[in-house]
């Protein structure tokens, strides 16, 4: 098993450029590859930066590409959920963030959204700074 960087999945998905596409396709379809958390965060936020991709088209590239068969994902239940809160409207970053705190008392943002709807999903310590 390898682990990937973010570059690697964004030529997955996108196509963008072509020998790195093929590459990419040739190295994760090819054998066991492990990707980080962090690989994911960044994946979300390219997408939507650099690519302009609606919500639900990111949500789905992401769980389609953690569903792959050779994609081992860092706590995929984690990502599984974060993925659903970010269905529900939460920012992807934001959701990743909440479910690795869970352990905390408690979490405080400045960011009201955020807080609304960590409150509706079930995180009633989520609190406004």
Known sequence: MIAIDTNLV??????????????SRQ?????????????????????KSSFRLERAARRKAISDFAGLPTVTV??????AHALDLFGQGMDFADALHLLKA?????FATFDR???KLAQKAGFENVIEG
Do not use: A
Request: proline share 2%; charged share 30%.
């Open 10 to 23: 964004i030529r997955y998905l996108t196509g963008d450029e072509s020998r790195q596409s093929q590459r």
């Open 27 to 47: 190295i994760i379809n090819g054998r066991e590859v492990f990707v980080p958390i962090t690989v994911l965060l960044e994946t979300e936020w390219v997408l």
């Open 74 to 79: 860092e706590e995929r239940h984690i990502v």
């Open 102 to 106: 869970r352990h905390c008392e408690g």
């Open 113 to 115: 959204k955020f807080v």
